[in-house]
Each structure stands twice: as structure tokens, then as C-alpha cells.
């Protein structure tokens, strides 16, 4: 487990050296509103599949496409966050709130990453082996439980984002 840790020092180590050079400071005030945007469109076509169901389940589709395409928007605002925060000042106020934002998107990323398995094991039942399925009965569980965890990811998105706002319009960070 140590040599894991140490490898994952080692990449992240990588990516700052490489992306401080690569990237401009504001790399990921110019990414992050993707992951925003099309996590709320997630949920918006969410719950028209709820409200308008159509024969091709056309809004369902969107909806888990969206998701996907969201966390891995996510995943590269994160990277890019990781790669702004080394050319930033940080105070004790600042650093606290940073500690906040980067917990609640992680927190986010979760809650996106379970809502899509679940809206994958009812997609394909039997996709977990031989054998082992869940019931026809619990599809419509797991889709709710799924909606239910997306309406989760898009309020920590929100609380991500609205401390990301007060670091930037409060505090100044990254506009000095």
C-alpha cells in the first residue's frame, strides 16, 4: 500500500511540474463550468425521462451520457484545479475554504460515480457475472436510488461551486 501512495506522490509530483509549465494560472476557472453545466443537464433530462417517458427512453439516454460526460469533465477541472492552486497565495481563510472545496467535489465525484453504477447495474443486470443479477423488481429502485444521488452530486456541485465563487470574489484568489 506504501508503494502506492508513493507512486500516486510521484504522478501527482509530474503533473504539477508539467502542468505549471503547460498551463496559465487560470486553466481551471476555464474548465470547471463543464462539469457544472452538463451534471445539471443530467439531471434536468433526468427528470423528464420521469415526466415525459418516450418509447427510444431518448431523455434517460441523455441523461446518462450527460452524467458520464460530467464527471469526466470533472475529473479534468479537478486536474486543472490541482495545476491553478501552485500559482496561488494561500492564506489560513483561503486554505480552509480550498480544503472545503476540494472535499466537496471529491464528495460530488462520488455521488455522480454511484449514481452511474446503479443506473449501470439496472441497465445491464447481469453484467456482474455468471449467474448473479438483480431482480427485475429492484430496477426500479435502483434508478431511484440512482436519481436520487444525482439530485446528491448536483447540490455538492453547487456548494463546490459557491465556495469556489466566495474564494474568487471574496478573497481575490487567483484575480491578484
Known amino acids: 500500500m506504501g508503494f502506492l501512495f508513493h507512486l500516486w506522490g510521484a504522478i501527482l509530483g509530474l503533473w504539477i511540474h508539467i502542468g505549471t509549465r503547460i498551463f496559465p494560472p487560470t486553466i481551471h476557472p476555464m474548465v470547471v463550468h ?13 427528470i423528464l425521462s420521469w415526466l415525459w417517458p418516450v418509447p427510444d427512453r431518448f431523455f434517460d439516454r441523455a441523461s446518462f451520457w450527460l452524467l458520464v460526460l460530467g464527471l469526466l469533465a470533472g475529473i479534468v477541472a479537478a ?6 492552486e501552485h500559482f496561488v497565495h494561500w492564506t489560513a481563510t483561503t486554505d480552509a475554504l480550498l ?4 472535499r466537496d467535489a471529491v464528495l ?28 427485475h423488481t429492484q430496477r426500479g429502485r435502483q434508478t ?4 436520487v444521488l444525482l439530485i446528491g452530486a448536483v447540490a455538492l456541485v453547487t456548494l463546490t461551486a459557491s465556495i469556489g465563487g466566495t ?7 487567483g484575480v491578484h
Open 108 to 135: 460530488t465525484g462520488f455521488f455522480g460515480l454511484a449514481s452511474l453504477a446503479l443506473r449501470l447495474l439496472a441497465r445491464y443486470p447481469r453484467a456482474s457475472g455468471a449467474g448473479w443479477s438483480f431482480a
Open 167 to 173: 474564494m474568487v470574489y471574496q478573497y481575490g484568489v
Open 99 to 102: 480544503s472545503a472545496h476540494q
Open 34 to 46: 463543464f462539469p457544472i453545466v452538463l451534471l445539471y443537464l443530467s439531471l434536468l433530462t433526468a
Open 79 to 84: 486536474a486543472m484545479g490541482v495545476v491553478s
Open 144 to 147: 431511484l436510488l440512482s436519481f
